[in-house]
């Protein structure tokens, strides 16, 4: 962690400090353009998990061509009584692309949108399913 400030030129201008809009708040570029996304896998399933606040369940395309999840929104301009300050969620439009396993059943996949989660779930075909540890004895 480094705390002391940095200069972006030798000479800074005063103006600098009041043009800036984040107040030195790091936050990542691509966070507005891409949401985070989780991955998680069991016996029989992955689940993919995408952090995408204040959306509906019909603002979003979910494709498959060929073995490529695409995921993708667009969000027409909202009129809004207010100015924002600070801006550090919503997503207008975003594209995000899965290349999926073959173990993927595809005609099982579904998803759903809650809590501003978008959850796409991901069966595993049954040969691909973990089959419990059989112990075979050995006889004399």
Avoid: C
């Avoid at 030798?10 to 691509?30: S, T």
């Avoid at 207008?92 to 998803?111: C, H, Q, T, V």
């Amino acid at each position: 962690m480094n705390l002391i400030k940095k200069q972006s030129s030798f000479f800074p201008l005063i103006f600098d400090e009041f043009f800036k809009n984040n107040w030195n708040i790091n936050v990542p570029y691509n966070s507005f353009n891409i949401p985070f996304f989780n991955v998680k896998e069991n016996d029989k399933e992955f689940i993919l998990e995408l952090a995408i606040p204040g959306k509906n369940n019909n603002d979003f395309n979910v494709e498959i061509d060929n073995r490529l999840l695409t995921i993708s929104t667009t969000d027409e301009k909202e009129l809004s009584d207010y100015n924002y300050t600070v801006k550090e969620f919503g997503y207008s439009s975003f594209e995000k692309s899965f290349e999926l396993p073959e173990s993927i059943d595809f005609d099982k996949i579904n998803s759903f949108y809650r809590n501003g989660i978008l959850s796409i779930t991901l069966p595993k075909r049954k040969e691909f399913h973990n089959t419990p540890k059989k112990v075979i004895t050995v006889k004399k």
